[in-house]
């Protein structure tokens, strides 16, 4: 009824559900808040040059080594072995991160990150409470269609990502034409949740909560769900998450 | 803690989704709530000597014949060329369907069950509101593991299956290991709405409510969302939907 047509916003809860839709003209935004995407953009805040996201320890090794780069990554928790630092953004503050170069290597989210390129996706940024409002201005400036894509755990949804989702469509969401129940059921999520995120991920016993805090991750579970830490705008442009 | 370990329940929230999760022990609950399942429920508790469940028009129209049986299904909402009746609950009261074979095509949850099926599931039924209390019992005194698995639409997440998974959680969810994200959203996505699922689906703008009303069916969706109008298990054996 609008005079003008809004853009679509779609929700995919996991990458195993991304081939769903179409984001030839879309903005996707990965989201990986525990933790791939709230150290992209806590690294990119804090001076870091660029970020080269890969699919493999091997990989990340290469390329560290190839480029003098820092190179980072974890598997189950730990940092992978071969690798100088972990997923966590505690790990980057300015005096060691800023004007360097880091690869990192995350399971999820650049398995994700890769999907999209691969489907043709107009545009790829990252997105996470760390950066919450800089993913939602820049949206709302672009004006174009949005994927909301959620990295999930081994395409299993999750609590973290997909309330982050809600976060953005609670925000912004009247700005777009959403016929998309996952859209609707993460804005509900959110709603629900955001009176304190921390506390509903542990009472609801979320599973990234437990495995995170069964390796004593809480402060980094309490950091990553508080909006707007790191607020700029991390943008895909030839293999390379750079700060817009 | 407990002396005794529960089993565990997940939810696929779609059928892409399903094979993240092993079947091989687990009773599978096939939830397709508009209307494929409402329906089968409807039917069998009516007096259906049994559902034949299958895919496409085609094989639904042979079977029909072969053995003499009424035939239904929809696509797009419309009874399908060549078959006899649609897809609506209203359609199969006692006076009509009692003692007779019904053989059914539905898009999505036919696909579900053959996958669950496929997937080797140790025990397949399928769920509605409609069987809410049936298949919480059922569930109970089985102490198998549980996979609900929700038919969604061409596999995007919906609300209305995601809905009756949380309803069926709410209920009977302290009975069972749950370590599945999806499983606590759709039990709080439940708890939300249950005031009034109707209303909770017209005031979000669920997906299938804009489809289903936009052809008059705003009664097929009211009855489908209210709770044990027709309190059966259906049980699939050898190819047919039976009341247990």
């Known amino acids: 009824m609008s005079a003008t ?42 001076g870091a040059k ?36 972990g997923n966590s953004p505690f790990e980057y503050p300015s005096s060691f991160i800023a004007g360097k170069t880091l690869v990192l290597t995350t399971t999820n989210g650049t398995k994700l990150l890769h999907m999209a390129l691969n489907n ?14 800089a993913v939602c201005d820049h949206l709302l400036s672009q ?9 999930a755990w081994k395409d299993r949804v999750n609590f973290e990502d997909t309330v982050f989702a809600g976060a953005v469509i609670h925000r912004i969401g009247h700005h777009f034409d959403i016929n998309c129940d996952a859209s609707k059921l993460a804005e509900g999520l959110y709603e629900e949740a ?4 921390y506390e509903y991920m542990k009472n609801k016993k979320a599973t990234h909560y437990l495995r995170l805090t069964s390796f004593g991750l809480e402060k980094d579970i309490r950091h990553c769900m508080t909006p707007n830490t790191a607020n700029i705008l991390p943008m895909y442009k030839q293999g390379k998450l750079i700060k817009k």
Do not use: M, W
Not at 143 to 151: G, I
Not at 194 to 197: G, R
């Open 120 to 133: 043709g996706a107009q545009e790829i940024i990252t997105g996470a409470f760390a950066n919450l409002d």
């Open 50 to 85: 660029e970020i080269i996201p890969v699919d493999s320890v091997r990989e990340c090794i290469r390329i560290g080594k190839q480029i003098s780069a820092i190179t980072a990554g974890e598997r189950d928790g730990k940092v992978a072995e071969g690798l100088e630092h």
């Open 194 to 197: 955001q009176s304190d995120l």
């Open 143 to 151: 004006k174009k269609n949005v994927l909301l894509a959620c990295a």
């Open 5 to 46: 047509k809004k853009p679509v916003l779609f929700t995919a809860l996991s990458p195993a559900l991304l081939n769903l839709y179409d984001v030839t003209n879309s903005v996707v935004v990965i989201i990986d808040v525990l933790r791939a995407t709230s150290t992209i953009a806590t690294a990119l805040h804090n």
